[in-house]
C-alpha cells in the first residue's frame, strides 16, 4: 500500500522569474502535489506583510511550463489565499524558496519575505519549510542588474538544488511537531561536505543602516551587519560548507539563546 502523496503548497519573495524557483519546482514536483502560488513582482524585505489597501488580483500563468497563480501582494498574501481562498485542498506543508541570498540571524527572520510566507502557514496551523541559497556578492550583483546568472554558476545552482533539496525533503519534512513550526533552511554556495546537514542555533545577527543616500533620495543597502560568530549558528554554519536547519517557533523566537 502506497502512502498518499502531500499537498504541497509552493511560493516565494523573488517571483517568478527566479532561476532557482524553478528548480525548486523541478524538485518538488516529484515529491508531492504540488501548488504554485507567487507574487507577480519581487517581493524581497517585505517579512509578514500583509496588503491591506486596495485589491489583491489573482491570475493563472505558467511558470516554467507549471501552472500556477500569480498574486499582486506579498508572500503572506500568497499564502494567506490560496489556503482560504483558491486552493480546493488545504496544503500539508508550505514551501518557500528556493531564495536568491541567504536568510540567517534573528535580525533577519522578520524581514525576509521566505521567511514570512512560512510564518503566515504556521499561524494557519500548517507546517513550513523556507529554502535560500547563499551566494558571492558578485553573483548576486549580477542577479539585481539582469534578473539571471551566468551560465556556470546558474549549472552550479542548479546542481546543488537537484541534490539539496530531496535531501532536506527526507531529513527534515518527516519530523512531526505537537505546534507548527518552520525549519529554516540555508544552502551555502561553497559546500564542502554537500551532505552533512546541521541543526543550528539562530544566530543573534542583527544589521545597522538599511538605506544609502543618492542625493536627497535614500537607497536601500545595508551599511553593515554584525555577526553572532558562536560556531552553533545559522550563520557561522554555512560559512563552514555546510547546510544550516534552523527551527523558528514564533512563540518563542528571539528567546532562543
Not at 482560504?84 to 531564495?99: A, C, F, M, T, W
Amino acid at each position: 500500500m502506497t502512502s498518499k502523496r502531500p499537498n504541497i503548497l509552493l511560493t516565494n519573495d523573488d517571483s517568478h522569474d527566479s532561476p532557482l524557483f524553478h528548480h525548486t519546482i523541478d524538485a518538488l514536483a516529484r515529491l508531492g502535489d504540488l501548488t504554485v502560488v507567487v507574487p507577480a513582482e519581487e517581493q524581497s524585505w517585505k517579512g509578514k506583510s500583509m496588503t491591506r489597501y486596495g485589491p489583491l488580483y489573482a491570475e493563472h500563468i505558467d511558470v516554467h511550463d507549471y501552472p500556477a497563480w500569480s498574486v499582486t501582494g506579498t508572500p503572506a498574501d500568497c499564502v494567506n489565499l490560496a489556503i482560504y481562498d483558491l486552493l480546493d485542498q488545504r496544503p500539508d506543508i508550505v514551501v518557500s524558496g528556493v531564495n536568491i541570498g541567504k536568510n540567517v540571524g534573528l535580525g533577519f527572520m522578520f524581514s525576509s519575505g521566505t521567511v514570512g510566507a512560512c510564518f503566515e502557514a504556521n499561524i494557519a496551523g500548517i507546517p513550513a519549510l523556507a529554502l535560500s541559497q547563499e551566494l558571492k556578492p558578485e553573483d548576486f550583483q549580477h542577479w539585481d542588474r539582469e534578473r539571471g546568472f551566468k551560465a556556470d554558476i546558474a549549472a552550479h545552482l542548479k546542481s546543488f538544488s537537484d541534490h539539496l533539496i530531496p535531501l532536506v525533503w527526507n531529513d527534515l519534512v518527516s519530523i512531526k511537531d505537537p505546534e507548527p513550526t518552520t525549519w529554516n533552511v540555508n544552502f551555502p554556495f561553497t559546500q564542502s561536505r554537500i551532505s552533512d546537514i546541521v541543526v543550528t542555533r539562530l544566530g543573534h545577527t542583527y544589521y545597522e543602516g538599511c538605506f544609502v543616500r543618492r542625493g536627497d533620495r535614500f537607497h536601500h543597502g545595508l551599511s553593515s551587519v554584525q555577526i553572532d560568530p558562536s560556531p552553533d549558528t545559522d550563520e557561522m554554519v554555512i560559512q563552514s560548507g555546510r547546510v544550516s536547519a534552523t527551527k523558528l517557533d514564533m512563540r518563542v523566537l528571539g528567546q532562543q539563546i
